[in-house]
């Protein structure tokens, strides 16, 4: 795996980006605390995805092809 990019769930723009639109909602009566945040961003090292119940995540995976292009001959 040479590269992994987390879309929004069409995969059209990149999550981080996604991010950074996103509304903020301010409650009356809330204390502002959310609570245990999951689905932070993937390890380039690890690639390991935590999933939150009933939550979907989009990725593009991008192969290095070129390293094993001659290992069927």
């Known amino acids: 795996i ?3 990019k987390e879309k929004n769930l069409s995969a059209n723009q990149e999550r981080i980006e996604m991010e950074k639109k ?3 909602w301010k409650v009356e009566g809330s204390s502002g605390n959310e609570g245990v945040s999951r689905g932070g961003p993937v390890d380039p090292k690890e690639l390991t ?3 939150a119940p009933m939550q979907i995540r989009t990725f ?3 192969f290095d ?3 094993h292009l ?3 001959l």
């Open 22 to 24: 996103r509304l903020v």
């Open 65 to 67: 092809h070129s390293s």
């Open 2 to 4: 040479k590269e992994v």
């Open 60 to 62: 593009i995976i991008y």
């Open 49 to 51: 995805v935590e999933l």
């Open 70 to 72: 001659f290992d069927a």
